[in-house]
T-cell receptor, first 106, second 117 residues
Framework: SYELTQPLSVSVALGQTAKITCGGN??????VHWYQQKPGQAPVLVMY???HRPSGIPERFSGSNSGNTATLTISRAQAGDEADYYC?????????FGGGTRLTVL | QVQLQESGPGLVKPSETLSLTCTVS????????WSWFRQPPGKGLEWIGY???????NYNPSLKSRVTISVDTPKNQFSLSLTSVTAADTAVYYC???????????GGQGTLVTVSS
């Protein structure tokens, strides 16, 4: 079965750029979606089809996908960006989630 | 604005069946795929399965033998049934819109289901 690998945690200084990676075999051939989950809340879609932002998501969020790694980039990180982030793909008509990355803004 | 709301018992006994319903408002259930996923306390997300408005389904292979997802288009609802539950099925259960290739773009707030005697 297809697997997605994310770092357990990423730290970023306030106002700097955070990069959260999602690794998978030839993931560049798939559409990657990203979700943000704050404590006690439901996951929220922040990026779809690699690099498309849903309405209401700040331009500070961007995404890329190539080869074996997809990346969610958060520029000018804010305290409100602290959350768990999950990548997701579809494989053989089933959903695969990454294990999630805890983003800490220092 | 599309809204989804999960409903159902918050406590289920071991070996019994977990049943949840997701009510969709602000959009017709017709023409879309609808999914269920869950999150055990302190853990990551696990997809359970999806249903197309026409009734076709696909399930997580690890849960397939115990899961049924159904749709009620006149009520604009879809439902989850998970049989023979154990403590490992304790989780927050979410419903969402989305099917093959698509993001899960709208989701409910989630409902905690605890399996305990």
């Amino acid at each position: 079965s297809y697997e997605l690998t994310q770092p357990l945690s990423v730290s970023v200084a306030l106002g700097q750029t955070a990069k959260i990676t999602c690794g998978g075999n030839n993931i560049g051939s798939k559409n990657v979606h990203w979700y943000q989950q704050k404590p006690g809340q439901a996951p929220v879609l922040v990026m779809y089809r690699d690099s498309h932002r849903p309405s209401g998501i700040p331009e500070r969020f961007s995404g890329s996908n190539s080869g074996n790694t997809a990346t969610l980039t958060i520029s000018r990180a804010q305290a409100g960006d602290e959350a768990d982030y999950y990548c997701q793909v579809w494989d053989s008509r089933t959903v695969v989630f990454g294990g999630g990355t805890r983003l800490t803004v220092l | 604005q599309v809204q989804l709301q999960e409903s159902g018992p918050g406590l289920v006994k071991p070996s019994e069946t977990l049943s949840l319903t997701c009510t969709v408002s602000g959009a017709s259930i017709s023409g879309y795929y609808w999914s269920w996923f869950r999150q055990p306390p302190g853990k990551g997300l696990e997809w359970i399965g999806y249903i197309y408005y026409s009734g076709s389904t696909n399930y997580n292979p690890s849960l397939k033998s115990r899961v049924t997802i159904s749709v009620d288009t006149p009520k604009n609802q879809f439902s989850l049934s998970l049989t023979s539950v154990t403590a490992a099925d304790t989780a927050v259960y979410y419903c969402a819109r989305g099917g093959p290739g698509d993001p899960l773009d709208y989701g409910g707030q989630g409902t905690l289901v605890t399996v305990s005697s």
